[in-house]
Protein backbone atom coordinates (compact mmCIF):
# COMPACT_ATOMS: atom_id res chain seq x y z
CA UNK A 1 0.00 0.00 0.00
CA UNK A 2 1.54 3.60 -0.95
CA UNK A 3 1.92 6.08 1.70
CA UNK A 4 -0.26 8.73 1.19
CA UNK A 5 1.49 12.53 2.45
CA UNK A 6 0.54 15.64 0.78
CA UNK A 7 1.17 18.60 1.70
CA UNK A 8 -1.53 20.38 3.33
CA UNK A 9 -2.65 23.67 2.13
CA UNK A 10 -2.84 26.72 4.77
CA UNK A 11 -6.24 28.61 4.09
CA UNK A 12 -5.55 32.06 5.21
CA UNK A 13 -8.02 35.18 4.97
CA UNK A 14 -8.93 37.83 6.72
CA UNK A 15 -12.07 38.14 8.32
CA UNK A 16 -13.39 41.88 8.64
CA UNK A 17 -14.69 43.00 11.97
CA UNK A 18 -17.29 45.23 10.24
CA UNK A 19 -21.07 44.13 10.38
CA UNK A 20 -23.82 43.71 13.60
CA UNK A 21 -23.53 43.64 17.22
CA UNK A 22 -25.52 40.40 18.94
CA UNK A 23 -26.96 40.38 22.55
CA UNK A 24 -23.75 39.41 23.46
CA UNK A 25 -21.37 42.21 22.16
CA UNK A 26 -19.64 40.60 19.41
CA UNK A 27 -19.23 42.14 16.29
CA UNK A 28 -19.25 39.88 13.15
CA UNK A 29 -20.43 39.45 9.55
CA UNK A 30 -22.70 37.55 8.27
CA UNK A 31 -21.00 34.34 6.75
CA UNK A 32 -22.16 32.58 3.68
CA UNK A 33 -22.32 29.17 2.86
CA UNK A 34 -18.63 29.38 1.16
CA UNK A 35 -17.27 30.92 4.31
CA UNK A 36 -18.22 27.77 6.68
CA UNK A 37 -16.39 25.58 3.78
CA UNK A 38 -13.17 27.25 3.57
CA UNK A 39 -12.80 27.15 7.16
CA UNK A 40 -13.84 23.48 7.39
CA UNK A 41 -11.37 23.15 4.83
CA UNK A 42 -8.32 25.02 6.28
CA UNK A 43 -9.08 23.44 9.50
CA UNK A 44 -9.02 19.85 8.48
CA UNK A 45 -5.74 20.73 6.19
CA UNK A 46 -4.62 21.89 9.38
CA UNK A 47 -5.67 18.50 11.32
CA UNK A 48 -3.80 16.89 8.82
CA UNK A 49 -0.54 18.99 8.82
CA UNK A 50 -0.10 18.86 12.04
CA UNK A 51 -1.37 15.97 13.34
CA UNK A 52 -1.16 13.41 10.96
CA UNK A 53 1.66 10.63 12.34
CA UNK A 54 2.86 9.66 8.46
CA UNK A 55 3.39 13.66 7.54
CA UNK A 56 6.41 13.43 9.80
CA UNK A 57 10.40 12.97 8.65
CA UNK A 58 10.85 9.15 10.35
CA UNK A 59 7.31 8.04 10.74
CA UNK A 60 6.42 7.02 7.26
CA UNK A 61 3.92 4.58 8.49
CA UNK A 62 2.38 6.14 11.23
CA UNK A 63 -1.21 5.86 10.22
CA UNK A 64 -2.21 7.85 13.37
CA UNK A 65 -2.88 11.35 14.61
CA UNK A 66 -0.61 12.34 17.25
CA UNK A 67 -1.71 13.70 20.53
CA UNK A 68 -0.04 16.89 19.90
CA UNK A 69 1.12 18.93 16.83
CA UNK A 70 4.06 18.87 15.58
CA UNK A 71 5.34 15.82 17.21
CA UNK A 72 4.73 17.51 20.66
CA UNK A 73 2.79 14.74 22.06
CA UNK A 74 2.89 11.57 20.44
CA UNK A 75 1.41 9.09 23.16
CA UNK A 76 -1.27 6.26 22.21
CA UNK A 77 -2.56 6.00 25.41
CA UNK A 78 -5.68 7.47 24.23
CA UNK A 79 -8.07 5.93 21.65
CA UNK A 80 -11.07 7.13 21.63
CA UNK A 81 -9.82 10.40 19.66
CA UNK A 82 -8.48 8.43 16.58
CA UNK A 83 -12.22 7.80 15.97
CA UNK A 84 -13.05 11.59 16.17
CA UNK A 85 -10.38 12.32 14.00
CA UNK A 86 -11.88 9.85 11.03
CA UNK A 87 -14.55 11.35 11.72
CA UNK A 88 -13.53 15.13 10.20
CA UNK A 89 -12.27 13.08 7.31
CA UNK A 90 -15.34 11.55 6.40
CA UNK A 91 -16.92 14.83 7.00
CA UNK A 92 -14.59 16.14 4.42
CA UNK A 93 -15.16 13.68 2.28
CA UNK A 94 -18.79 13.97 2.37
CA UNK A 95 -18.81 17.30 1.76
CA UNK A 96 -16.19 17.82 -0.90
CA UNK A 97 -16.11 14.18 -2.82
CA UNK A 98 -12.16 14.76 -3.10
CA UNK A 99 -9.87 11.99 -3.07
CA UNK A 100 -7.37 13.32 -1.33
CA UNK A 101 -9.76 12.04 2.13
CA UNK A 102 -10.89 8.99 0.91
CA UNK A 103 -7.11 8.02 0.25
CA UNK A 104 -7.17 8.32 4.26
CA UNK A 105 -9.42 5.58 4.55
CA UNK A 106 -7.25 2.37 4.27
CA UNK A 107 -4.42 3.35 6.15
CA UNK A 108 -6.49 4.63 8.97
CA UNK A 109 -8.02 1.42 8.97
CA UNK A 110 -4.73 0.07 9.65
CA UNK A 111 -3.55 2.06 12.21
CA UNK A 112 -5.75 2.75 14.86
CA UNK A 113 -6.09 -1.07 16.04
CA UNK A 114 -1.87 -1.34 15.43
CA UNK A 115 -1.87 1.76 17.85
CA UNK A 116 -4.91 0.40 20.00
CA UNK A 117 -2.84 0.16 23.61
CA UNK A 118 -5.36 -2.32 25.12
CA UNK A 119 -6.20 -4.50 22.05
CA UNK A 120 -6.80 -8.33 22.22
CA UNK A 121 -4.71 -10.64 20.30
CA UNK A 122 -8.54 -12.13 18.79
CA UNK A 123 -9.81 -8.44 18.03
CA UNK A 124 -7.45 -5.51 17.66
CA UNK A 125 -9.96 -3.25 17.67
CA UNK A 126 -11.21 -3.97 21.20
CA UNK A 127 -10.78 -1.75 24.33
CA UNK A 128 -10.48 -1.75 28.13
CA UNK A 129 -13.16 1.13 27.46
CA UNK A 130 -16.61 0.21 26.30
CA UNK A 131 -16.86 3.63 24.89
CA UNK A 132 -13.50 3.84 23.06
CA UNK A 133 -15.17 0.72 20.53
CA UNK A 134 -18.09 2.34 20.54
CA UNK A 135 -16.87 5.68 19.01
CA UNK A 136 -15.05 3.34 16.82
CA UNK A 137 -18.09 2.11 15.59
CA UNK A 138 -19.78 4.70 14.90
CA UNK A 139 -16.86 6.35 12.64
CA UNK A 140 -16.92 2.48 10.72
CA UNK A 141 -20.63 3.32 10.11
CA UNK A 142 -20.23 6.61 9.04
CA UNK A 143 -17.23 5.58 6.25
CA UNK A 144 -20.16 2.22 5.42
CA UNK A 145 -22.35 5.18 4.51
CA UNK A 146 -19.62 7.25 2.12
CA UNK A 147 -18.35 4.30 0.48
CA UNK A 148 -20.34 1.35 0.89
CA UNK A 149 -17.75 -0.77 1.43
CA UNK A 150 -19.09 -3.73 3.61
CA UNK A 151 -16.03 -4.49 5.66
CA UNK A 152 -16.91 -0.87 7.66
CA UNK A 153 -20.85 -1.79 8.30
CA UNK A 154 -19.90 -5.78 9.12
CA UNK A 155 -17.17 -4.69 11.70
CA UNK A 156 -18.93 -2.42 13.47
CA UNK A 157 -22.00 -4.63 13.66
CA UNK A 158 -19.38 -6.92 15.39
CA UNK A 159 -17.65 -4.67 17.43
CA UNK A 160 -21.21 -3.37 18.78
CA UNK A 161 -22.57 -7.62 18.85
CA UNK A 162 -19.02 -8.94 20.52
CA UNK A 163 -17.89 -6.63 22.93
CA UNK A 164 -20.37 -4.02 23.39
CA UNK A 165 -23.88 -4.99 23.93
CA UNK A 166 -22.81 -8.03 25.90
CA UNK A 167 -21.66 -5.61 28.71
CA UNK A 168 -25.63 -4.59 29.06
CA UNK A 169 -26.08 -5.41 32.59
CA UNK A 170 -28.69 -7.88 34.01
CA UNK A 171 -32.12 -5.74 33.81
CA UNK A 172 -33.28 -7.39 37.38
CA UNK A 173 -29.32 -6.40 38.97
CA UNK A 174 -29.96 -3.97 41.56
CA UNK A 175 -29.96 -0.94 41.77
CA UNK A 176 -28.72 -0.48 38.06
CA UNK A 177 -31.13 -2.74 36.52
CA UNK A 178 -29.37 -2.78 33.12
CA UNK A 179 -26.95 -0.50 31.24
CA UNK A 180 -24.14 -0.67 29.14
CA UNK A 181 -21.08 -0.61 31.00
CA UNK A 182 -17.98 2.17 30.91
CA UNK A 183 -14.98 -0.20 31.62
CA UNK A 184 -14.56 -3.56 30.99
CA UNK A 185 -12.67 -4.09 34.64
CA UNK A 186 -15.33 -1.48 36.11
CA UNK A 187 -18.20 -3.72 35.38
CA UNK A 188 -20.88 -1.70 38.47
CA UNK A 189 -20.02 1.87 36.37
CA UNK A 190 -22.24 2.28 33.83
CA UNK A 191 -22.34 5.97 32.09
CA UNK A 192 -24.25 8.45 29.90
CA UNK A 193 -20.93 7.97 27.57
CA UNK A 194 -21.37 4.01 27.11
CA UNK A 195 -24.72 4.34 26.84
CA UNK A 196 -26.01 6.99 24.50
CA UNK A 197 -23.04 6.36 21.59
CA UNK A 198 -24.31 2.39 22.36
CA UNK A 199 -27.89 3.58 21.67
CA UNK A 200 -26.75 5.09 18.50
CA UNK A 201 -24.80 2.62 17.46
CA UNK A 202 -27.84 -0.66 17.25
CA UNK A 203 -30.05 2.54 15.96
CA UNK A 204 -27.94 3.30 12.74
CA UNK A 205 -26.93 -0.46 12.22
CA UNK A 206 -31.26 -0.96 12.15
CA UNK A 207 -31.70 1.64 9.50
CA UNK A 208 -28.32 0.30 7.34
CA UNK A 209 -29.07 -3.45 7.68
CA UNK A 210 -31.42 -3.66 4.45
CA UNK A 211 -28.21 -2.44 2.82
CA UNK A 212 -25.86 -5.37 3.40
CA UNK A 213 -25.89 -8.26 1.63
CA UNK A 214 -25.11 -10.71 4.63
CA UNK A 215 -26.46 -9.04 7.07
CA UNK A 216 -25.89 -11.66 9.95
CA UNK A 217 -28.43 -13.70 11.60
CA UNK A 218 -29.63 -11.39 14.24
CA UNK A 219 -32.66 -9.88 12.95
CA UNK A 220 -32.94 -6.59 12.30
CA UNK A 221 -35.31 -5.56 14.85
CA UNK A 222 -33.49 -6.95 17.53
CA UNK A 223 -30.94 -4.10 17.06
CA UNK A 224 -34.08 -1.37 17.46
CA UNK A 225 -35.38 -3.47 20.13
CA UNK A 226 -31.85 -3.05 21.79
CA UNK A 227 -30.88 0.88 20.79
CA UNK A 228 -35.00 1.39 22.37
CA UNK A 229 -33.61 -0.68 25.66
CA UNK A 230 -30.54 1.23 26.07
CA UNK A 231 -32.21 4.74 25.09
CA UNK A 232 -34.91 4.11 28.20
CA UNK A 233 -32.04 3.27 30.69
CA UNK A 234 -30.22 6.32 29.92
CA UNK A 235 -33.37 8.20 30.27
CA UNK A 236 -34.46 6.55 33.37
CA UNK A 237 -31.56 6.79 35.21
CA UNK A 238 -29.23 9.66 34.00
CA UNK A 239 -31.86 11.90 32.71
CA UNK A 240 -33.35 14.65 34.57
CA UNK A 241 -36.69 15.25 32.90
CA UNK A 242 -37.42 18.81 34.63
CA UNK A 243 -33.95 20.55 33.40
CA UNK A 244 -33.12 18.64 30.59
CA UNK A 245 -29.81 17.54 32.34
CA UNK A 246 -27.77 14.51 31.40
CA UNK A 247 -25.38 12.71 33.93
CA UNK A 248 -22.52 11.66 33.86
CA UNK A 249 -22.93 7.89 35.10
CA UNK A 250 -24.15 5.52 37.93
CA UNK A 251 -21.73 4.32 40.03
CA UNK A 252 -20.98 0.95 41.79
CA UNK A 253 -22.77 1.96 45.08
CA UNK A 254 -25.85 3.36 42.48
CA UNK A 255 -25.39 6.79 43.40
CA UNK A 256 -26.12 9.34 40.31
CA UNK A 257 -22.61 11.58 39.75
CA UNK A 258 -24.42 15.33 39.19
CA UNK A 259 -21.21 16.11 36.87
CA UNK A 260 -22.63 17.31 33.25
CA UNK A 261 -20.64 17.16 30.03
CA UNK A 262 -21.73 18.28 26.41
CA UNK A 263 -20.57 15.20 25.25
CA UNK A 264 -23.11 13.35 27.07
CA UNK A 265 -25.63 15.58 26.57
CA UNK A 266 -24.66 15.12 22.88
CA UNK A 267 -25.21 11.96 22.61
CA UNK A 268 -28.38 11.39 24.63
CA UNK A 269 -29.90 14.01 22.20
CA UNK A 270 -28.62 12.12 19.29
CA UNK A 271 -30.15 8.82 20.55
CA UNK A 272 -33.42 10.06 20.99
CA UNK A 273 -33.36 12.22 17.29
CA UNK A 274 -32.60 8.32 15.85
CA UNK A 275 -35.07 7.10 17.86
CA UNK A 276 -38.10 9.84 16.36
CA UNK A 277 -36.43 9.76 12.95
CA UNK A 278 -37.35 5.50 12.98
CA UNK A 279 -40.29 5.36 15.78
CA UNK A 280 -42.25 8.95 15.08
CA UNK A 281 -42.63 8.87 18.55
CA UNK A 282 -42.78 12.89 19.75
CA UNK A 283 -41.12 12.10 23.25
CA UNK A 284 -37.96 11.39 22.10
CA UNK A 285 -38.24 14.69 19.67
CA UNK A 286 -38.82 16.36 23.46
CA UNK A 287 -36.56 14.76 25.04
CA UNK A 288 -33.97 15.51 22.45
CA UNK A 289 -34.67 19.28 22.41
CA UNK A 290 -34.91 19.61 26.45
CA UNK A 291 -31.17 18.41 26.63
CA UNK A 292 -29.87 20.52 23.83
CA UNK A 293 -31.89 23.44 25.60
CA UNK A 294 -29.95 22.86 29.06
CA UNK A 295 -27.32 23.18 27.00
CA UNK A 296 -27.86 26.52 25.76
CA UNK A 297 -29.47 28.05 28.64
CA UNK A 298 -27.23 26.66 31.40
CA UNK A 299 -23.93 25.52 29.91
CA UNK A 300 -23.00 28.19 27.78
CA UNK A 301 -22.14 31.00 30.10
CA UNK A 302 -18.86 32.18 28.18
CA UNK A 303 -20.21 34.94 26.68
CA UNK A 304 -22.54 33.11 25.36
CA UNK A 305 -20.75 30.14 24.57
CA UNK A 306 -19.86 26.73 26.15
CA UNK A 307 -16.75 26.65 28.45
CA UNK A 308 -12.66 26.53 27.45
CA UNK A 309 -11.88 23.30 26.56
CA UNK A 310 -8.11 22.94 25.74
CA UNK A 311 -7.14 19.59 26.09
CA UNK A 312 -7.01 15.82 27.32
CA UNK A 313 -10.50 13.99 26.88
CA UNK A 314 -12.80 17.66 27.74
CA UNK A 315 -11.20 18.74 24.74
CA UNK A 316 -13.63 16.78 22.63
CA UNK A 317 -16.71 17.09 24.46
CA UNK A 318 -18.06 20.14 22.97
CA UNK A 319 -17.29 18.48 18.97
CA UNK A 320 -19.62 15.75 20.10
CA UNK A 321 -22.15 18.02 20.83
CA UNK A 322 -22.14 19.73 17.89
CA UNK A 323 -21.87 16.91 16.14
CA UNK A 324 -25.36 15.88 16.98
CA UNK A 325 -26.75 19.25 17.60
CA UNK A 326 -26.55 20.05 14.16
CA UNK A 327 -28.90 17.20 12.90
CA UNK A 328 -31.23 17.96 15.57
CA UNK A 329 -31.50 21.85 14.36
CA UNK A 330 -32.30 20.59 10.81
CA UNK A 331 -35.22 17.78 11.65
CA UNK A 332 -38.14 19.42 9.66
CA UNK A 333 -40.30 18.94 13.01
CA UNK A 334 -39.15 21.54 14.63
CA UNK A 335 -41.14 24.37 15.78
CA UNK A 336 -40.32 28.01 14.17
CA UNK A 337 -39.08 28.95 17.45
CA UNK A 338 -37.09 26.51 18.92
CA UNK A 339 -35.57 25.89 15.39
CA UNK A 340 -34.15 29.28 15.35
CA UNK A 341 -33.24 29.34 18.52
CA UNK A 342 -31.04 26.44 17.58
CA UNK A 343 -30.09 27.97 14.74
CA UNK A 344 -28.59 31.11 16.00
CA UNK A 345 -27.03 29.45 19.16
CA UNK A 346 -24.93 27.33 16.88
CA UNK A 347 -24.24 30.24 14.66
CA UNK A 348 -23.21 32.33 16.95
CA UNK A 349 -20.93 29.60 18.89
CA UNK A 350 -19.47 29.14 15.25
CA UNK A 351 -18.71 32.90 14.46
CA UNK A 352 -16.82 33.38 17.67
CA UNK A 353 -14.69 30.59 17.05
CA UNK A 354 -14.13 31.82 13.82
CA UNK A 355 -13.55 35.33 14.65
CA UNK A 356 -11.44 34.94 17.87
CA UNK A 357 -10.37 31.51 18.33
CA UNK A 358 -8.49 30.24 15.15
CA UNK A 359 -5.54 31.43 13.81
CA UNK A 360 -6.47 32.56 10.65
CA UNK A 361 -2.62 31.68 9.57
CA UNK A 362 -2.46 28.10 10.87
CA UNK A 363 -6.10 27.41 11.10
CA UNK A 364 -5.81 25.59 14.54
CA UNK A 365 -7.64 26.14 17.43
CA UNK A 366 -6.60 24.75 20.90
CA UNK A 367 -9.87 25.50 23.33
CA UNK A 368 -9.88 28.73 23.86
CA UNK A 369 -12.95 30.63 22.51
CA UNK A 370 -11.73 34.01 22.63
CA UNK A 371 -8.30 33.66 21.94
CA UNK A 372 -6.50 32.33 18.90
CA UNK A 373 -3.36 29.72 19.58
CA UNK A 374 -0.15 31.78 18.51
CA UNK A 375 2.01 29.04 17.40
CA UNK A 376 1.62 25.43 15.84
CA UNK A 377 3.19 24.09 19.02
CA UNK A 378 1.66 22.45 21.51
CA UNK A 379 -1.99 22.46 20.43
CA UNK A 380 -4.15 19.40 21.23
CA UNK A 381 -5.86 16.64 19.11
CA UNK A 382 -8.76 16.50 20.96
CA UNK A 383 -9.69 20.60 21.05
CA UNK A 384 -9.14 21.07 17.46
CA UNK A 385 -11.27 18.30 16.41
CA UNK A 386 -13.72 19.75 18.26
CA UNK A 387 -13.20 23.18 16.01
CA UNK A 388 -13.28 21.20 12.85
CA UNK A 389 -16.81 19.69 13.95
CA UNK A 390 -18.32 23.04 14.10
CA UNK A 391 -17.30 24.08 11.49
CA UNK A 392 -18.23 20.87 9.69
CA UNK A 393 -21.61 21.43 11.48
CA UNK A 394 -21.89 24.51 9.55
CA UNK A 395 -21.29 23.51 6.60
CA UNK A 396 -24.59 20.78 6.86
CA UNK A 397 -26.59 23.50 9.11
CA UNK A 398 -29.83 24.05 6.96
CA UNK A 399 -30.74 27.71 6.50
CA UNK A 400 -34.27 29.20 8.34
CA UNK A 401 -37.41 29.09 6.04
CA UNK A 402 -37.52 32.44 4.63
CA UNK A 403 -40.52 34.14 5.73
Not at 72 to 93: K, R
Not at 212 to 217: S, T
Request: aromatic letters at 14%.
Amino acid sequence: MKKVLFVACTLSFCISLQGKTNSNGVISTEKDAAFWSRMADGMTQALIKHFWGANFEGHPERYYFNYGSDLSNMTTNHYWPQAHAMDVIVDAYSRTSEKQYLNFYPLWWKGAPAYNFSGKEIDPWWNEFVDDMEWMALTQLRMFETTQREEYFLKAKQLYNDWIWPTWGPEKEEPWKGGITWKTDVKKSKNACSNGPAAIIAARIYTMYDEIIEPGKKPKQAYLDEAIKIYTWLRDHLYDPATGKVFDNMNAKGDISPAVYTYNVGTFLGAAHELYKITGDKQYLSEAIKAANYAIDKMSTNQGVLSDATTGDGGLFHGIFFRYFVKLINDPDLDDATRKKFHDYITHCATVMAEHGVNQETMLYAGTWWQAPVSTKDVSLTPHLSGCMLMEAMCILEPLPSK
